[in-house]
């Protein structure tokens, strides 16, 4: 019977050579992951691609886990010479999104014996004061979305790697990019409305000045090019409930057809927009489709849920850790692209049949 004295068998190999004052040492690693002492230090350095298996690295780590192991940073800092932290800029944490991407960096940087320091600029996306006097002296390198781009102007002096996430591939600033299929996302979106046989969408568009979401309205125009008798319109909106609100309201109202489709760039704003659509009196999707883009907790908590595309924040996390790690290390870092999926729910339908789209609310 399993009860509180349960151990694993990992602990248990460590147990019997050592009491549970004594520290954790990198040879009770070695000996619960059955690799040599050298593996170890290869895996937590993180230089053991090309010298470690793939399944040996994974049980270094593990083990490593679950005994509680800590390397001698402190010893291993002097002779890097690092301070073995890197700090994370995003915009302010109004969603669970920029959470979940520090989650995939800090899961990541532990494994290696790395800190990670959230900084959310305060104002959410524009300049920010230096959170650190002397940043040179305290971090050994910066991961940063580029909607908290202009967050960084204090930092850029310093001589920091800088590692972007969702950015321009050719910025000049970055020492590296990490990005998501933001385009390939927009695409299928604007697809999966085509196919279902609407022609006439709005796409509400968030009223910010970034790389990702000028990315995301040239793909949702050139995708609407290509199918005949499609007529889109654009409808900015800020990153808000409230926005979104009033964005579709003024879609929805405004003089000629009515949209039978609202292309949203981000769920915050699609659920703003399904607000606008019940009090006109109209129903989604009979009568309005709706899109999110995301996938946010809050994708599945209105009714009906959101058709939206997931993004993996967290392996967009991960991958943004990796990149530093390897400029740090003298390599030549990678710049993958992540693939997002798009998920169907119960906000879009077919246009309805009738169309009475001469017929706006309001009496337009």
Same mark, same amino acid.
């Given at each position: 019977?399993?009860?509180?004295?349960?151990?694993?068998?990992?602990?248990?190999?460590?147990?019997?050579?050592?009491?549970?004052?004594?520290?954790?040492?990198?040879?009770?690693?070695?000996?619960?992951?059955?690799?040599?002492?050298?593996?170890?230090?290869?895996?937590?350095?993180?230089?053991?691609?090309?010298?470690?298996?793939?399944?040996?690295?994974?049980?270094?780590?593990?083990?490593?886990?679950?005994?509680?192991?800590?390397?001698?940073?402190?010893?291993?800092?002097?002779?890097?010479?690092?301070?073995?932290?890197?700090?994370?800029?995003?915009?302010?944490?109004?969603?669970?999104?920029?959470?979940?991407?520090?989650?995939?960096?800090?899961? =990541?940087?532990?494994?290696?014996?790395?800190?990670?320091?959230?900084?959310?600029?305060?104002?959410?996306?524009?300049?920010?004061?230096?959170?650190?006097?002397?940043?040179?002296?305290?971090?050994?390198?910066?991961?940063?979305?580029?909607?908290?781009?202009?967050?960084?102007?204090?930092?850029?002096?310093?001589?920091?790697?800088?590692?972007?996430?969702?950015?321009?591939?050719?910025?000049?600033?970055?020492?590296?990019?990490?990005?998501?299929?933001?385009?390939?996302?927009?695409?299928?979106?604007?697809?999966?409305?085509?196919?279902?046989?609407?022609?006439?969408?709005?796409?509400?568009?968030?009223?910010?000045?970034?790389?990702?979401?000028?990315?995301?309205?040239?793909?949702?125009?050139?995708?609407?090019?290509?199918?005949?008798?499609?007529?889109?319109?654009?409808?900015?909106?800020?990153?808000?409930?409230?926005?979104?609100?009033?964005?579709?309201?003024?879609?929805?109202?405004?003089?000629?057809?009515?949209?039978?489709?609202?292309?949203?760039?981000?769920?915050?704003?699609?659920?703003?927009?399904?607000?606008?659509?019940?009090?006109?009196?109209?129903?989604?999707?009979?009568?309005?489709?709706?899109?999110?883009?995301?996938?946010?907790?809050?994708?599945?908590?209105?009714?009906?849920?959101?058709?939206?595309?997931?993004?993996?924040?967290?392996?967009?996390?991960?991958?943004?850790?990796?990149?530093?790690?390897?400029?740090?290390?003298?390599?030549?870092?990678?710049?993958?692209?992540?693939?997002?999926?798009?998920? =169907?729910?119960?906000? =879009?339908?077919?246009?309805?049949?009738?169309?009475?789209?001469?017929?706006?609310?309001?009496?337009?």
């Amino acid at each position: 019977m399993q009860g509180e004295n349960t151990v694993t068998s990992n602990e248990a190999r460590a147990g019997a050579h050592h009491p549970a004052s004594a520290r954790t040492t990198s040879r009770d690693v070695a000996r619960a992951a059955g690799v040599s002492q050298a593996a170890v230090s290869l895996v937590l350095g993180d230089k053991w691609r090309g010298r470690v298996s793939e399944s040996k690295a994974e049980a270094v780590r593990t083990a490593a886990r679950e005994l509680g192991y800590r390397p001698n940073l402190a010893a291993r800092s002097l002779r890097m010479g690092r301070t073995r932290t890197a700090l994370l800029v995003v915009p302010a944490l109004t969603t669970e999104f920029f959470a979940r991407v520090y989650t995939g960096a800090a899961r =990541t940087a532990a494994d290696h014996g790395f800190g990670v320091v959230l900084y959310p600029s305060p104002e959410g996306i524009g300049p920010a004061r230096d959170p650190f006097d002397s940043a040179a002296a305290t971090l050994d390198g910066v991961i940063a979305s580029s909607m908290a781009a202009d967050a960084l102007s204090a930092l850029r002096t310093a001589g920091l790697p800088l590692v972007m996430l969702d950015s321009d591939p050719d910025d000049p600033r970055a020492t590296a990019t990490v990005n998501l299929d933001i385009a390939d996302g927009a695409r299928q979106l604007a697809t999966h409305l085509t196919t279902l046989g609407h022609r006439r969408i709005t796409h509400l568009a968030a009223d910010v000045d970034s790389w990702t979401f000028a990315l995301r309205s040239r793909a949702v125009t050139d995708a609407l090019a290509d199918v005949p008798g499609t007529h889109l319109r654009r409808e900015p909106s800020a990153l808000a409930v409230d926005a979104g609100l009033r964005a579709a309201h003024t879609a929805l109202t405004a003089p000629g057809p009515r949209p039978t489709a609202l292309l949203c760039d981000d769920d915050i704003i699609a659920a703003g927009a399904c607000k606008a659509v019940r009090r006109l009196g109209l129903r989604i999707p009979e009568d309005i489709s709706v899109t999110g883009f995301d996938d946010l907790a809050l994708a599945v908590a209105v009714e009906p849920e959101l058709t939206t595309v997931r993004l993996p924040a967290e392996d967009f996390g991960e991958a943004g850790m990796r990149a530093l790690m390897a400029v740090l290390d003298g390599g030549r870092p990678p710049s993958p692209t992540l693939p997002v999926e798009l998920i =169907t729910r119960g906000s =879009t339908a077919p246009p309805p049949a009738d169309s009475p789209n001469a017929a706006r609310p309001g009496g337009q």
